[in-house]
Every structure is written in structure tokens, then in C-alpha cells.
């Protein structure tokens, strides 16, 4: 199993490498790998897909970073 550590490591490569456009990229390759059969693939690409959006989102002004 991916950690979620990786999971983000790697969503904050694909921001780094494809800026706004880095859930679309992220959501068209685990679609890609859910049509070539391979679901654990598919699961951790949708993974990153919800990291890039947490990443993404704006924190509330009283919500702690971490």
C-alpha cells in the first residue's frame, strides 16, 4: 500500500510540473489505468487526485496547518 506520504510527495510534484492543470492530469491518468484493468493503480492515482485538491483548497482562518 502507498503511503499517504508518498501520496503527497507525488501530488506536489505533479502541482510542481503542471500547475493548475495537475487534477485533470492526475484524474486522466487514473482513468487511463482503470480502462487498462488495473484497479490498484486506478485507487492510488484517484489517491493523488484528493491530494492535489487538499493541497489546493484554502485554509479556513482559524484552522491549524497542521
Do not use: C, F
Not at 492543470?21 to 484497479?39: F, N, W
Not at 492515482?45 to 485538491?53: D, K, L, Q, S, T
Amino acid at each position: 500500500m502507498t503511503s499517504d506520504r508518498d501520496i503527497y510527495r507525488t501530488a506536489k510534484l505533479i502541482i510542481d510540473r503542471h500547475g493548475d492543470e495537475a487534477g485533470l492530469y492526475a484524474a486522466g491518468r487514473a482513468d487511463q489505468l482503470l480502462e487498462a484493468g488495473d484497479i490498484a493503480g486506478a485507487t492510488v492515482w484517484r489517491r493523488i487526485v484528493a491530494a492535489i485538491e487538499e493541497l489546493g483548497r484554502a485554509r479556513r482562518p482559524d484552522e491549524p496547518v497542521n
